[in-house]
T-cell receptor
Framework: DAKTTQPNSMESNEEEPVHLPCNHS???????IHWYRQLPSQGPEYVIH???SNVNNRMASLAIAEDRKSSTLILHRATLRDAAVYYCILTGDNYGQNFVFGPGTRLSVLP | DAGITQSPRHKVTETGTPVTLRCHQTENHRYMYWYRQDPGHGLRLIHY???????DKGEVSDGYSVSRSKTEDFLLTLESATSSQTSVYFCAISGGGRFGYTFGSGTRLTVV
C-alpha cells in the first residue's frame, strides 16, 4: 500500500494561511490524494482530494507537486474552528481497501 | 443529511455478550468501511465491503465479523465483547477513490 508521511503537529496563528505538507514518494499513477480532518469528538470530515492538478474548494486548496510525490493542503485563512487532526491518504479508484489512516498532523490555531 | 447513519450512537454492554452495530447509507455507494478509534492509535480499519456480500479484513479484524446483505446496510458484530473492544466505531462510505469518503458520526461502545 502507498504510504504517506506528515509532520506530527503544526501551529498557526488565527487568520493566517496554513500549509500542511504530505510526502507520498511511493504513489502510483492511479492513486488519488485525499485530505480529511477530524475535529475533537467528531468523525473524520472530507476536506479535498485530487489526482494530478491543483484543486480548490470552499474549504481549502490542494497543491500537488509535478512528480506527485508530495502535496500540500492550504488553508487560506485559519480560524479557531480549523484546529483538528489532518490526514493525508492515498487510495486507488477501484481499491477501496487502501483507505488506511496514518497518525496525521495535529494543527493548533492560536488566537 | 450526509446520507450515512450509525446506530446506536452509544452502547454499554457486558463482557461476553454479542453486539451488533449498524451502518446505513442512502447514497448507493459501493464501498463501506468500519474503523475503530482509540486514544494513541488513531483510526484503524476493521473490515470493509466492496459490494453486497463482498467483504474483507482490515488491519484489526480479530474478534469482529461483518455482513452486507444489501447495498445500504453494513453490520459490524462483536460475537463476544471484550473490554479491549471498548472504543469509538466509525463507518464510512465511498463510491471509489475518485470520490470523497463520508464518515458517520460514530458509535461509542463501552464493554464493562
Amino acid at each position: 500500500d502507498a504510504k504517506t508521511t506528515q509532520p506530527n503537529s503544526m501551529e498557526s496563528n488565527e487568520e493566517e494561511p496554513v500549509h500542511l505538507p504530505c510526502n507520498h514518494s511511493t504513489i502510483s499513477g492511479t492513486d488519488y490524494i485525499h485530505w480529511y480532518r477530524q475535529l475533537p469528538s467528531q468523525g473524520p470530515e472530507y476536506v479535498i482530494h485530487g489526482l494530478t492538478s491543483n484543486v480548490n474548494n470552499r474549504m481549502a486548496s490542494l497543491a500537488i507537486a509535478e512528480d506527485r510525490k508530495s502535496s500540500t493542503l492550504i488553508l487560506h485563512r485559519a480560524t479557531l474552528r480549523d484546529a483538528a487532526v489532518y490526514y493525508c491518504i492515498l487510495t486507488g479508484d477501484n481499491y477501496g481497501q487502501n483507505f488506511v489512516f496514518g497518525p496525521g498532523t495535529r494543527l493548533s490555531v492560536l488566537p | 443529511d450526509a446520507g450515512i447513519t450509525q446506530s446506536p450512537r452509544h452502547k454499554v454492554t457486558e463482557t461476553g455478550t454479542p453486539v451488533t452495530l449498524r451502518c446505513h447509507q442512502t447514497e448507493n455507494h459501493r464501498y463501506m468501511y468500519w474503523y475503530r478509534q482509540d486514544p494513541g492509535h488513531g483510526l484503524r480499519l476493521i473490515h470493509y465491503s466492496y459490494g453486497v456480500k463482498d467483504t474483507d479484513k482490515g488491519e484489526v479484524s480479530d474478534g469482529y465479523s461483518v455482513s452486507r446483505s444489501k447495498t445500504e446496510d453494513f453490520l459490524l458484530t462483536l460475537e463476544s465483547a471484550t473490554s479491549s473492544q471498548t472504543s469509538v466505531y466509525f463507518c464510512a462510505i465511498s463510491g471509489g477513490g475518485r470520490f470523497g469518503y463520508t464518515f458517520g458520526s460514530g458509535t461509542r461502545l463501552t464493554v464493562v
